[in-house]
Nanobody
Framework: QVQLVESGGGLVQPGGSLRLSCAGS????????MGWYRQAPGKERELVAD??????NYADSVKGRFTISRDNAKNTVYLQMHVLTPEDTAVYYC???????????WGQGTQVTVSS
């Protein structure tokens, strides 16, 4: 059974930082493109960042503030977030996508709230 378990969300003040983690099991982690998506109330889910074996990709709104990384030995992907703003408030979801087979898995999400 495939599981993606996010952690690290919470309440942070504007300008603060958080690091999200997503631990995967039940998949050959290294074969998947791992991504972080977010969904704010009343908005569609959007890609924040993703990372494959050789490259990273970021939404324009987070470039220079967020960094995605992965540790295949630990089956974990991270999202380091700096200079957070209220516009970053959302539920953040971890995603695993196998580009060859098209298999796609989601975590349950973790809430990030940026507020003073």
């Amino acid at each position: 059974q495939v599981q993606l378990v996010e952690s690290g969300g919470g309440l942070v003040q504007p300008g603060g930082s958080l690091r999200l983690s997503c631990a995967g099991s039940g998949i050959i982690f290294s074969l998947y493109t791992m991504g972080w998506y977010r969904q704010a109330p009343g908005k569609e889910r959007e890609l924040v960042a993703d990372i494959s074996s050789g490259s990273t990709n970021y939404a324009d709104s987070v470039k220079g503030r967020f960094t995605i990384s992965r540790d295949n030995a630990k089956n974990t992907v991270y999202l380091q977030m700096h200079v957070l703003t209220p516009e970053d408030t959302a539920v953040y979801y971890c995603n695993a996508w196998a580009t060859v087979t098209g298999r796609n898995y989601w975590g349950q999400g973790t809430q990030v709230t940026v507020s003073s």
